[in-house]
Structure formats: C-alpha cells, structure tokens
C-alpha cells in the first residue's frame, strides 16, 4: 500500500521544510532498515517540501506517521549530537501530512501536476519527481507498484500541461522570481548574469534566462561540474577562485546550490561592491526607460537566492547598493493561477487516480491468471506426453485425438458448472460469467438440453456451486469424448 508523509511550504512554512530537507541524504535506505513496515522509498526534497513515498505494509495504517516520525527524531538527535555535542538537539517534528491508499496517489499525482507548488502550474516538480525515482532505483530502495505510482505520476503532469494553460504560461519559482529582480534592474536581457550553482535546478535557470533574452551568464561552483555544465547550456564557467570578481562584474547573481552553507558572505559582497565601477563595466546607461536608479556607491546589485537552505547569508540585504530576494519574497509574489484552469486540472488527478485505482485492481488478478495458466500448461504437458511420435513424427490422427481430448478435460468443469447453474436456476448468471471469461454470447433455446458427454462422470459438486480447477491426472481407461474422424479415400477432394 502506498503513503505520503509530507511537510511543505504551505502548512510548516519554508524554514521547517528547510530544516527537514538539510537531513534528507539517504533518507530513504535509512528509512527501510529501521522500519520493518517500509518495502520502499522515494525520497522528494524541493524548495518547497519534503515527501515520502512509501510502500508500507497495509496493516501499517494510521500508526505508521508516528513510525516514521519518531524515526526522523531519532536521526535528527544522532547527526546533531555528532555535529554539535553541546547543542540540546533540534526540535520536535512536527505532524506530517499523512496520506494512504488512493488519497496518497491523488496526491502524489496533484503534486506531480505542480498543483501543489509554490507556483501553481510550475513544471520542475515533474523533473523533480523523475530525479528523485532515478535515486531511489540507485539506492535500492523503491519496489514495482512506487515506480508504477511514479511512472504514471509523471504521465498525469504531461496530460495537464497539454490540457490546460498553467504550464503554458511559464510559471515556475525561478520566472517569478525573475520577474521580482527585472523590477530592480535595467533591460534584463542587457544584465550580466552569474549562476552559482550547477544542479538541475540550476539548468531549469538557465534555460528560463535565455528565454528571456539574457546573452552574458557565467556559471559558478565549487565542484568541477562548472566546466562540463556550462558547456550543455552555452554559458562561461568560471575557475574556483574567481567569485569576487564575478560578483564585481555582475548586475543580477542567482543561487541555487542549497547545501546548507552560505557561499556568498557580507564580506565578499562588500568588496565587491566597492570594486564595482558603474562607468567601466556597466553597459545599460541609467537613463534607459525603466531603469532603476544607481546608489551613490555604484551600480545595483541584485541577489536572487532560489536555495531552500540558503546560499546567501540574510545579512547581505543590508548592505548598501544590495537587493537579496529570497524564496519568502517568492512565495509572496507568486501570482493566483486561474480558477478555471485550475479546476480542469484538478479534474485531469481525479481521473487518473480512478484509472490507476482501476489497472491496481487488474493487477491483485495476477496470481489467479498465473494459476489458470499453470493449469492449462499442465493439462497440456500431460496430453503431449500421452503422445507416441514414430521418427521424430505424429501422426495426423493421433494429433487430432489427443487435441480432441486436451479440448474434452479443459471443458469438463464449465460443462458441469453449466448443468449445475441450470439445476439451480441460475443459467443467467452462468451466462454472464461466460460472457465475461470466453467472451462467448450464447443464447439457449428453452426446452432443450445438453447431452452428457458419454463416458466421462461428472465431478462430484454440490447443487448451486462452481467446481475448482481439477488436478491433473492420469486420464481414467475408457471411452472419452473424443470425436475421430474415419479417414478419407485416397485421393478423395478436401
């Protein structure tokens, strides 16, 4: 059974999803070696929320929020008294929003379809989704029916992108939060850009700003992914030590690394606001339509931190010349979506919940299919040994017989089922059981009936039962319904 234990912006706030997120590396193996209840785990860590999708035991119920609950307190007291000794500890969890059976796969879906976003509509949770799976497949620790949750998860978010107008109207965190730096800068597509950062989150920001115009981007990073990601997108990478004189040159820095420690410190941004020479490196003069106006200490210099946990120390918005937007400012400014819009896609999740709910269905059906067919086969071995090939060869009789017998012993029951409903009055729901297995629409004519097979008894049944699938056995010495053919004349017409 699949569960969703959540905590996002909307109901804990970003600073708790953030504090949440911050112990989320290998969460989910975690998770699976210490709670007997857990087949699997799909770890989703956004800007906005920490999910866990679980494939739990069905009798796990209600009691497993406070499993896992009491589990991530446990982890949490174990990494702080490792790292801060001293420290009391972190707080309390919180209550994680709980989700079980069809509930969690509407919402798995509602999330996936960006209807629980920040930004309604916003398409990087789908990518989000796929990535954490990927890790998950990594890990070991996702089972078949998370990844068929996921898989038609992420088919439910392209069914509302192409259905409705909310992903077309390019909203994401990183266009709103775009549109909140544009207001405090010139022309954006004049601006240097420095991008810190090289995740995926980082290349969603990088596409969004070349749709926009922006020609100058240099990318950033302590790691050495720099060089190879700034080669995918088109874009500069910068050597390790060369951050303060990317933020002299820059109009707009956007970060996105979101590993907890702040790369951008007020001290760096201080000089590098002191080095900033608005004659010399700014191309956009100030008196261009909409331009914002300079500080007396030189050209504005706009931080957009996309990072839940933060890249860019809070103290930064002090300093002078500096504006730092923030995912609070985001979260502020993000626009309603569309009523309308948004309930055609409401309705796009409930549809596909019930389809899903349908084909889970099917699937509890597997074993009863692998009985029937591990009958059949069997029925079958058993006549295919009764046969005598002379060279390597059947005959064509013997072949006819023995198919005529295979055909006898697989209708035997269906035979007797037949007389038994009829007895009990039940032919019509006999018939729509028929209907429903074969496919066959047969119509009896009243009055008449079937004559016994000669020669094969009926199984003992009691009146108003269906018979089960007999076992195999060796075939009973005696006549048998099997209908030869007299043999034609030599040369005789077919």
């Known amino acids: 059974m699949i569960h969703l234990l959540s905590a996002d912006h909307r109901t804990h706030g970003l600073d708790l999803v953030a504090h949440l997120g911050a112990a989320s590396a290998r969460l989910g193996p975690d998770l699976c070696a210490a709670l007997p209840a857990v087949r699997g785990a799909i770890v989703l860590a956004t800007c906005n929320r920490l999910a866990l999708l679980?494939?739990?035991?069905?009798?796990?119920?209600?009691?497993?929020?406070?499993?896992?609950?009491?589990?991530?307190?446990?982890?949490?007291?174990?990494?702080?008294?490792?790292?801060?000794?001293?420290?009391?500890?972190?707080?309390?969890?919180?209550?994680?929003?709980?989700?079980?059976?069809?509930?969690?796969?509407?919402?798995?879906?509602?999330?996936?379809?960006?209807?629980?976003?920040?930004?309604?509509?916003?398409?990087?949770?789908?990518?989000?989704?796929?990535?954490?799976?990927?890790?998950?497949?990594?890990?070991?620790?996702?089972?078949?029916?998370?990844?068929?949750?996921?898989?038609?998860?992420?088919?439910?978010?392209?069914?509302?992108?192409?259905?409705?107008?909310?992903?077309?109207?390019?909203?994401?965190?990183?266009?709103?939060?775009?549109?909140?730096?544009?207001?405090?800068?010139?022309?954006?597509?004049?601006?240097?850009?420095?991008?810190?950062?090289?995740?995926?989150?980082?290349?969603?920001?990088?596409t969004t700003l070349r749709e926009r115009g922006v020609q100058e981007v240099e990318v950033y990073s302590r790691s050495e992914r720099a060089a190879a990601f700034a080669a995918g997108h088109g874009l500069r990478a910068l050597p390790a030590d060369a951050l303060p004189a990317a933020l002299a040159r820059a109009d707009l820095v956007i970060t996105c690394r979101g590993l907890g420690v702040p790369v951008i410190s007020p001290?760096?941004?201080?000089?590098?606001?002191?080095?900033?020479?608005?004659?010399?490196?700014?191309?956009?003069?100030?008196?261009?339509?909409?331009?914002?106006?300079?500080?007396?200490?030189?050209?504005?210099?706009?931080?957009?931190?996309?990072?839940?946990?933060?890249?860019?120390?809070?103290?930064?918005?002090?300093?002078?010349?500096?504006?730092?937007?923030?995912?609070?400012?985001?979260?502020?400014?993000?626009?309603?979506?569309?009523?309308?819009?948004?309930?055609?896609?409401?309705?796009?999740?409930?549809?596909?919940?019930?389809?899903?709910?349908?084909?889970?269905?099917?699937?509890?059906?597997?074993?009863?299919?692998?009985?029937?067919?591990?009958?059949?086969?069997?029925?079958?071995?058993?006549?295919?040994s009764r046969l005598r090939p002379r060279d390597g060869l059947v005959d064509a009789q013997d072949a006819e017989r023995a198919l005529h017998h295979l055909a006898a012993r697989l209708l035997h029951h269906p035979s007797v089922a037949a007389r038994e409903a009829g007895r009990a009055g039940r032919q019509d729901e006999y018939l729509a059981a028929l209907s429903l297995v074969l496919g066959l629409e047969l119509d009896p004519q009243p009055g008449t009936a079937a004559p016994d097979p000669a020669g094969c008894p009926d199984l003992p049944t009691s009146p108003g039962t269906r018979p089960t699938l007999p076992a195999v056995q060796p075939p009973v010495p005696g006549p048998c319904p099997v209908r030869t053919r007299t043999p034609e004349p030599q040369g005789a017409a077919r």
């Open 267 to 384: 001290d760096l941004v201080a000089e590098a606001t002191r080095l900033r020479q608005p004659q010399a490196l700014h191309k956009v003069p100030v008196q261009d339509a909409g331009a914002a106006p300079y500080p007396a200490t030189g050209r504005p210099l706009v931080i957009l931190d996309l990072a839940l946990q933060r890249d860019v120390d809070t103290q930064v918005a002090a300093l002078p010349g500096v504006t730092l937007i923030d995912l609070a400012a985001v979260q502020q400014a993000v626009p309603a979506a569309e009523a309308a819009q948004v309930r055609a896609a409401r309705a796009v999740v409930a549809q596909e919940t019930q389809a899903y709910a349908r084909a889970q269905q099917g699937r509890r059906m597997g074993p009863v299919i692998r009985e029937l067919r591990q009958h059949v086969d069997a029925v079958v071995q058993d006549e295919v």
């Open 54 to 206: 679980l494939d739990a035991d069905d009798a796990a119920g209600p009691s497993l929020r406070q499993q896992v609950t009491a589990f991530l307190e446990q982890r949490a007291r174990r990494t702080s008294g490792t790292q801060h000794p001293q420290d009391a500890g972190p707080p309390p969890y919180p209550r994680l929003s709980h989700w079980g059976g069809q509930e969690a796969v509407a919402e798995l879906f509602a999330t996936a379809a960006g209807l629980e976003s920040m930004v309604v509509g916003e398409r990087e949770i789908a990518g989000q989704l796929r990535r954490a799976h990927l890790r998950a497949l990594q890990e070991g620790t996702t089972t078949g029916e998370l990844t068929r949750a996921v898989e038609h998860a992420s088919a439910t978010s392209r069914r509302v992108s192409t259905s409705t107008s909310l992903a077309g109207n390019g909203r994401s965190v990183v266009a709103v939060g775009l549109d909140l730096a544009a207001a405090q800068l010139p022309a954006l597509e004049r601006c240097r850009v420095l991008l810190v950062g090289t995740g995926a989150y980082a290349g969603a920001t990088a």
